[in-house]
C-alpha cells in the first residue's frame, strides 16, 4: 500500500500563497471583464446594418430609382416651355423711293424686338415606347430593393460568423486554461512529493515546461481571439481597436431540410435581382423597337411678338395669339440603326437569362454542398459531445491517481491531449454547423435572429 503523503507548513504556506495569487487573478479579471462593453448578437447586427457602407449605397440606389420611378421621366407627361427675347438693336437706315423727295437717310436709329411665348407638348403615340420605359423604371426600383435585400442578408450573415467565431475562440482559450489549471496541479503534486522524497527534479522540470507551453499557447490564443473582435468591429464600422466583451453560446437550428431549401432558393434577393433585370432588358428591347414606329404629338401654345422701330417703314408690329397643332414624325431611313440596336437588345436579353440560369445553377450547388457539411456536422456533434464529457472524466479520474501515485505524468499529459482535443473538436463542430446553418438560411433569404 502507499503511504499517505503529508503537508509540511512550509508547503501549506506556498499553497496558500498559490490560491491567493490565484483569487487576485480572478478578481482582475472580472474588474476588466466588468470595464469592457458587452456585445450581444443582437446589438451587433442592429449596428452593422446601421453602419454598413455597402448598405447605406444599396439605400442611396432604392432612393434614386424611386425618385427616378415616375411618367414624367418615361415621357408620359406633357412637356411644357417658356422662352422670352428681348433684342436691342441701333442701326443705320437708308430709303429711297420713286419720289426722291421722300428718300430718307437715318443713323442710329433703334429697333426693339421683343418675342414671348409659351408652349406645351404631349405625346399621343410612339409606339408604346413610354409604357415600356415606365416599366423598365418599375423594374429598376424593384431591382435595387433586391440588392438591398442582398446585402443586408450578407451583412447579417457576416457578422454573425464572425460573432460565432468569437465565441469559438474563446472555447479555445477555456480549453487551454482548463488544462493549464491541471498543469499547475501536476506541479503542485510534484513539489509535494518531493519534499518527501516521492519524486525527482526530472519531473518536475517536465511539468514547469509543460506548464509554459500551455501559458505560451494561451497567450497565443488569445491573440486570435483579439484579431477576431477587430475583425468584427471592422464589419461594425466601429473603431478597431474598442474593447467589447462576448459571452454567449453556439446554438445551432438543426430542423433545416434540403427540400426546404429547394422550395425557398426563388426567394434569394441575387435571383429575384437577376429576374428583374430580364425585365429591364425586355423593356430595353421593346423601347428600341418603338423607335421604328412613327410618333405623334399635340402641340399647344401662347405667341406674343412685339416689334418697334425708330425710323423706317413700320414703326410697330405686334401680334399674339394662341396656337393649336397636331406633329407627326415618321422615321423612314437611318442606315438600318433601330433594326441593328433591337437585335442587340435580343441578345442582351438572352445574356441575363442566361446569367440567371447560371445563378440559381451555382446557388443550387453551393445549397447542396453546404447542406451537406450542415448534416456531417449536426451527426458528429452528439458523439462528440458525449466524447467531450468523457475526456473530462478521464482528466478528473487520471489526475485523482497521479495525486495517490497510480498514474504517471505520460497518463496526465495523454489525459491532458485528449481533453484539449475533444474541446477543439467539439467547438469547430459547433462552429462549422452554424455557420452552414447561416450560409443555407442566408441564400433562402430567411436569415434572422
Not at 451587433?44 to 446594418?49: K, P
Not at 445574356?351 to 458528429?380: C, I, P, W
Amino acid at each position: 500500500m502507499l503511504k499517505s503523503l503529508k503537508l509540511t507548513n512550509r508547503h501549506r504556506e506556498e499553497i496558500m500563497k498559490l490560491n491567493w495569487i490565484l483569487h487576485l487573478v480572478l478578481v482582475i479579471g472580472c474588474v476588466t471583464a466588468s470595464g469592457q462593453e458587452k456585445l450581444t448578437l443582437s446589438q451587433a447586427v442592429d449596428i452593422a446594418l446601421k453602419n454598413n457602407l455597402g448598405i447605406i449605397i444599396a439605400k442611396n440606389n432604392v432612393e434614386a430609382n424611386d425618385i427616378l420611378n415616375t411618367y414624367g421621366v418615361a415621357g408620359g407627361l406633357p412637356a411644357i416651355n417658356g422662352a422670352l427675347v428681348d433684342n436691342q438693336q441701333v442701326v443705320d437706315i437708308n430709303q429711297k423711293y420713286s419720289d426722291a423727295s421722300r428718300d430718307a437717310k437715318t443713323h442710329g436709329a433703334k429697333t426693339n424686338n421683343l418675342t414671348a411665348n409659351i408652349t406645351g407638348t404631349i405625346i399621343l403615340f410612339n409606339g408604346m415606347k413610354i409604357i415600356s420605359t415606365k416599366r423598365q423604371l418599375d423594374a429598376q426600383y424593384l431591382q435595387s430593393k433586391e440588392v438591398l435585400n442582398s446585402q443586408v442578408q450578407n451583412t447579417i450573415a457576416a457578422v454573425m460568423t464572425s460573432y460565432y467565431d468569437i465565441i469559438r475562440q474563446q472555447s479555445y482559450t477555456g480549453t487551454i486554461s482548463r488544462s493549464i489549471e491541471v498543469s499547475e496541479k501536476r506541479l503542485e503534486i510534484l513539489q509535494t512529493q518531493f519534499s518527501v522524497g516521492m519524486a525527482n527534479n526530472a519531473d518536475i522540470f517536465q511539468a514547469r515546461l509543460d506548464l509554459t507551453a500551455l501559458q505560451q499557447s494561451l497567450t497565443s490564443q488569445q491573440l486570435i481571439v483579439d484579431q477576431a473582435k477587430t475583425d468584427l468591429l471592422t464589419l461594425l464600422t466601429l473603431k478597431p481597436d474598442s474593447v467589447i466583451y462576448v459571452n454567449d453560446s453556439i446554438q445551432v437550428d438543426n430542423t433545416i431540410r434540403l427540400d426546404s431549401v429547394f422550395a425557398q432558393l426563388d426567394k434569394n434577393a441575387d435571383i429575384v435581382a437577376a429576374n428583374y433585370q430580364i425585365r429591364i432588358n425586355e423593356m430595353i428591347a421593346r423601347e428600341t423597337a418603338a423607335q421604328r414606329y412613327p410618333t405623334v404629338r399635340l402641340n399647344a401654345g401662347y405667341n406674343y411678338s412685339r416689334v418697334q422701330n425708330s425710323a423706317g417703314f413700320n414703326l410697330l408690329n405686334q401680334s399674339s395669339g394662341a396656337i393649336f397643332g397636331i406633329s407627326l414624325g415618321v422615321p423612314i431611313y437611318n442606315g438600318g440603326a433601330y433594326r441593328r440596336e433591337k437585335q442587340a437588345a435580343d441578345i442582351y436579353t438572352e445574356n441575363a437569362e442566361v446569367q440567371k440560369r447560371e445563378l440559381v445553377r451555382d446557388y443550387s450547388g453551393g445549397a447542396v454542398k453546404t447542406f451537406q457539411a450542415y448534416k456531417s456536422a449536426l451527426a458528429q456533434l452528439e458523439v462528440e459531445r458525449k466524447n467531450y464529457v468523457v475526456a473530462q472524466q478521464l482528466l478528473d479520474l487520471v489526475m485523482q491517481k497521479y495525486e495517490v501515485r497510480q498514474a504517471t505524468i505520460i497518463d496526465v499529459r495523454e489525459a491532458q491531449k485528449s481533453f484539449e482535443d475533444a474541446g477543439y473538436r467539439l467547438v469547430n463542430l459547433e462552429f462549422s454547423a452554424k455557420a452552414a446553418e447561416i450560409e443555407l438560411k442566408r441564400v433562402t433569404n430567411r436569415l434572422g435572429l
